[in-house]
Structures are given as structure tokens and as C-alpha cells.
């Protein structure tokens, strides 16, 4: 019996197996039509599309050369997600998972092992900047598309329904909060989970209050992230947990200063540059020193 009831995808339906994998040559046949990366053509984005907000695309596009040695400092950080993301997803090569806001794929890395390569992890992202720096790996599939495309069933898959769809501090470019999950939870596998990692909109990191203030105005409170899933028919729960971050001035002032923040894209060169001389003023120290507090959002089927 093949598993789920939702429409494939026009040329797919032919090809998947009633068990739900693919064979190794229609799997990479799928792979080659969406996502060649080494042409150019991180899958084509759907006719009639929207449009990805011009700053936030702009962002990325800048940001993907340095994003990986952004987080290169902090192992540490990454091995503490990976484990705060697998406990919760219960993550193994038998689970068919997507990466909303997947990015180059950076904390997808510690990830990778838990996915083959007849099952690979599909790495949505608008940006072909950041997608084209996905490492070359068969465990991985990059997809161009918005989170809005994916849950509209516009974008071409290798398989129709998901056990686990990741979505980690994206969810604040969701134009449409409670459709968009409504969407993707249309999207789920029997038993299959969402988990959404988002911070919260106030935040205690060393910026500017400025920074702050425009961040916490265009970030959804965890508990509208939770009733949304809520919503889409899915029991949910919400923990949170702090990651301790220790960080020299002058590398936070160059990741500040380089807006590494998609949020600081929005403010000018001469604003940005005062408030980089206000984070100097009331932060002196040579070290600082703040709690990275996450939201971790899930969504279940029943």
C-alpha cells in the first residue's frame, strides 16, 4: 500500500515505489531535475511564485560567503543544537526529513549522519547563494523555494509526505504564519513531527536598541508559532533552552558590523555605524558574555 493520500507532483507519481523509496536511479533522476547546483539551476522556482522580500534575499546572497566562518568559533554551539534538534525529532536514516531555511547546509553537517543516501535530508531555501554552498554530498538535496511555495504544493519533491520538517530560526520570514503551517502539515507522514527552533522576540544579545527593537517588531512570540501548529491539527508542546555564549568584543563587532543578522540588512551604513559605536560604549569589556535562548516549538500528528 503506498504511503499517504496526497497528490504527487506532476512526474513523480510514476516513479516513487508504493513503499515510499525510490530506487537509486530514479532518486538521482529527481535530484539532477531539481537541483543541479554545479549549472546553476538550484531547482527552478514555481511560476507565479512570491517574491522573496529584496533586503532579505540581498542579505543572504552577502552573507553566504562568510556564513559558514561566522559560526566557525562556536563547535561547541553546533554540537549543542544538533543534540537539542535529534532529541526531539528522534532522528535516524529511516526518517524522510526537510530543512526549511536550510541554508549552506552548516547545521545540517552533525545532521548528515543520521540521513542516506536513498533517503537524503531536502534542504529548502529561497537563496541560490546560500544553497550553492551546500557541500556535495549525495545525503543532501537542495530546493529552491519559500517555506509559502513548499506548503502551497508548487515545488517538486522525491517524495510526497515527511517524517520530520525542520525549520530553525526561519520562521520569522513566514509572510503567512498560519496558512504556511496549515501547508506543511498537509505535508507530514502518519506520526510525523514539525519542529520549529525559533528565538524569542526580545533578546538579550549586546546590539543596539535600535536592533533589538526592530527585531523583536518582525519575530512571532513562540506560543503564535505554537498555535499555529495547533491549528493545522497537530498536538503540540513548546520548551525552551539557553545556550551560554562567551565571545571576544571585537569578533562580536565584526559579525555586527558585517550583519550577520538578517534584521541589521535593514538599517543604513551611517546607522548601523552609530549603533556599532553604542554597542562600544556600553559594552567596554573585552569579552561579552549572554544567554542564546531558544524556543523549540513542536507539532505532532495525533
Known sequence: MCIGNMRQPEGFASQRECTGRWTGRSLRTSIRRTADRRTGQATGRPKGSPRVDEHVEDHYT???ETYDSTWAHRPDYLDW???QIHSRLSLSDERRLADIGAGTGLFLRRLMRHAAPGRPIVCVDPSRAMLDRLPSDPRLVPVRATAEELAGGGVELPWSTFDGIIIKEAVHHFTA????MAGLAGLLAPGGQILVVTLPPR???PLFPEALDRFAAGHPEPRQVEEAL????????????????RIDRGLWMKLVEGRWMSVLSSFTEAELTAGLQWIAEHHPGPTLEFDDRFAFITGRIP
Open 177 to 180: 504564519l498560519e496558512s504556511t
Open 62 to 64: 552577502h552573507l553566504a
Open 230 to 245: 495547533r491549528a493545522a491539527g497537530l498536538r503540540t508542546a513548546t520548551e525552551f533552552a539557553a545556550f551560554p555564549v
Open 81 to 83: 543544537m544538533e543534540e
Open 203 to 205: 533578546i538579550g544579545y
